[in-house]
């Protein structure tokens, strides 16, 4: 069964760290370009931080300077360290798998909730 399952999420004081991971599971990440997203309440999804199959990252501005997105193809994961995290980074965090080709493989986590606050 393929999965992505999110964890790490929780609540933090604004100036703090957190650190989210992604597993994979019946599929090998290692030809996927993963990301993660995020969706705040009643805002869209937006991007967060790419890692692409070849190991490019690309971060959004609003993060840019305080995450670091990365990926173990051995462990069949995908992370998220975040730092400096401020109110306006609450939100809901997925995790992403997709593959081009002929035909475009895609699969999201099931999020896990970010709250920044004091």
Not at 54 to 79: E, L, P
Not at 95 to 117: D, F, L, M, N, P
Request: proline fraction near 3%; hydrophobic fraction near 30%; include cysteine.
């Amino acid at each position: 069964q393929v999965q992505l399952v999110e964890s790490g999420g929780g609540l933090v004081q604004p100036g703090g760290s957190l650190r989210l991971s992604c597993l994979a599971s019946g599929f090998n990440l290692r030809t996927y370009d993963m990301g993660w997203y995020r969706q705040a309440p009643g805002k869209q999804r937006e991007l967060v931080a790419t890692a692409s199959s070849g190991g490019t990252t690309n971060y959004s501005d609003s993060v840019k300077g305080r995450f670091t997105i990365s990926r173990d193809n051995v462990k069949n994961t995908v992370s998220l360290q975040m730092n400096s995290l401020k109110p306006e980074d609450t939100a809901v965090y997925y995790c992403k798998a997709v593959r081009g080709g002929i035909s475009v493989v895609e699969y999201w986590g099931q999020g896990t909730q970010v709250t920044v606050s004091s």
